[in-house]
């Protein structure tokens, strides 16, 4: 049962560490994995319980011990997790909020905070100075919202043998398992999303 317990959250941990390195060097929001997440926290949980426990037994506290290690190493991968999508989030947010297909990436607490974090971003540049510019510098204009580059180039690992596949007009690369790779992100973006390939 304990080797069952272990592999899940090896598996689990291997998860998020991936989840997390992608969206770190990934250059725009990707999606939100509200199951691995809620997963890892009710492992953190379930620790927490264990260690909590009144137990004189030597065994237990040496379980314990390893247990709250594991809580520290659980927690700070969560939270490198969030912190680098929070990073995006205030730096693009009103790229995302202009977008219905970013902001389904985003949890509700991360769509929660975007909105609040524009309403005070917008309030604050108005008090500091907007108001006093004349309308033609107050235009909000779309176009110029400050947004991820797609384009630029990521290094990244295939996750399996995926044979040949086009990844510009004039470039088709034969992703072999393992294989490192620096290549444009917006035409792999795709693979990223579907784990079969992962950035490094």
């Not at 390195?21 to 949980?45: G, T």
């Not at 264990?50 to 809580?71: K, P, S, V």
């Not at 990073?87 to 909105?115: M, T, V």
């Not at 690369?173 to 973006?189: M, S, T, W």
Request: glycine fraction near 2%; charged fraction near 30%.
């Amino acid at each position: 049962m304990e080797d069952e317990f272990d592999l899940e959250e090896r598996q689990l941990l291997y998860q998020l560490k991936t989840l997390w390195i992608n969206e770190k060097f990934s250059p725009e929001l990707l999606f939100y994995d509200q199951v691995l997440v809620d997963s890892i926290l009710e492992k953190i949980q379930l620790k927490e319980n264990i260690c909590a426990e009144n137990n004189d037994n030597i065994e237990h506290q040496f379980m314990a011990n390893i247990y709250e290690m594991e809580i520290e190493r659980l927690k700070y991968m969560v939270k490198m997790y969030l912190r680098a999508r929070l990073q995006k989030i205030e730096k693009y947010y009103s790229f995302i909020l202009q977008n219905d297909q970013i902001i389904s990436r985003l949890s509700d607490n991360e769509k929660e905070y975007c909105q609040k974090f524009s309403e005070m971003t917008e309030d604050h540049l108005k008090q500091s100075f907007l108001n006093g510019l004349p309308k033609s510098f107050k235009n909000n204009d779309k176009e110029n919202v400050n947004q991820p580059n797609t384009s630029t180039f990521v290094f990244c690992q295939s996750t399996d043998d995926l044979g040949d596949v086009q990844v510009e007009d004039d470039q088709i690369v034969d992703f072999k398992k393992g294989g490192i790779y620096f290549l444009r992100y917006e035409p792999i973006k795709f693979l990223v999303e579907q784990s079969k390939i992962k950035l490094i």
